[in-house]
């Protein structure tokens, strides 16, 4: 399997633009994640989806903040408008409950945003 | 609520010496508990899991990691560091059933000096 995959790997872009960040999970996983990782606050869990369908949306910061998924086999997190604050690392995540590996999550190489 | 405690956010051992990453867990119910490892400039990569099976788990690059209930604690070790080693290293734990929510550590940033 080609494991989770995101992109892009690398954005840079200047406050007050929209950022779109995109993930392909694992084929056959239910549950997908989207992450922030920043060096103040670790590692933060934003959304999580099951079968397509927000769960758990508690950890997006604000409502500049949107995440969808319209399918099995992609979801887009974006920001809008950027701000220099959100600069980080944003990884996407993904398990499948139905399948031995169960409750491991398996992330991306994950999306390196700057806001300048 | 489950928790886990990673303690020293910075470890440092010289090539050859032993790897200990220390990680200690709160949690009401029998816990799945997970190591993971993070080098520059890329995702996380699970290293090891347990899960209610044997208590000493092996993973991947020589690590291993021994469940220990009367400790509470899964502290994750390789014999001997190589520089390769040199990382971030995760502590996770969750809980069978499902999914349930898996939280983190903060992480143990690893040098390797040669």
């Known amino acids: 399997d080609a494991g989770v995959i995101q992109s892009p790997r690398h954005e840079v872009t200047e406050m007050g633009q929209e950022v779109t960040l995109r993930c392909k999970p694992i084929?056959?996983?239910?549950?997908l994640f989207w992450y922030r990782q920043t060096m103040m606050r670790g590692l933060e869990l934003l959304i999580y989806?099951?079968?397509?369908?927000?769960?758990?949306d508690s950890g997006m910061p604000e409502d500049r903040f949107s995440a969808k998924m319209p399918n099995a086999s992609f979801s887009t997190l974006k920001i809008q408008p950027s701000e220099p604050r959100d600069s980080a690392v944003y990884f996407c995540?993904?398990?499948?409950?139905?399948?031995?590996?169960?409750?491991?999550?398996?992330f991306g190489e994950g999306s390196w945003l700057t806001v300048v | 609520a489950q928790s886990v405690t990673q303690l020293g956010s910075h470890v440092s051992v010289s090539e050859g010496a032993l790897v200990l990453l220390r990680c200690n867990y709160s949690?009401?119910?029998?816990?799945?508990l997970f190591w993971y490892v993070q080098y520059p400039n890329q995702g996380l990569q699970l290293l090891l899991k347990?899960?209610?099976?044997?208590?000493l788990v092996k993973g991947i690059n020589g690590f291993e990691a021994e469940f220990k209930k009367s400790e509470t604690s899964f502290h994750l070790t390789k014999p001997s560091a190589h520089m390769s080693d040199a990382a971030e290293y995760f502590c996770?734990?969750?809980?069978?059933?499902?999914?349930?929510?898996?939280?983190f550590g903060t992480g143990t940033k690893l040098q390797v000096i040669p």
């Open positions: 995540a993904s398990s499948g409950s139905g399948t031995p590996e169960g409750n491991t999550i398996y």
């Open positions: 996770a734990v969750t809980r069978s059933g499902g999914y349930q929510k898996v939280t």
């Open positions: 989806f099951n079968n397509n369908v927000p769960i758990d």
């Open positions: 949690s009401s119910v029998p816990p799945y």
């Open positions: 347990y899960t209610s099976a044997a208590t």
């Open positions: 084929s056959g996983h239910d549950y």
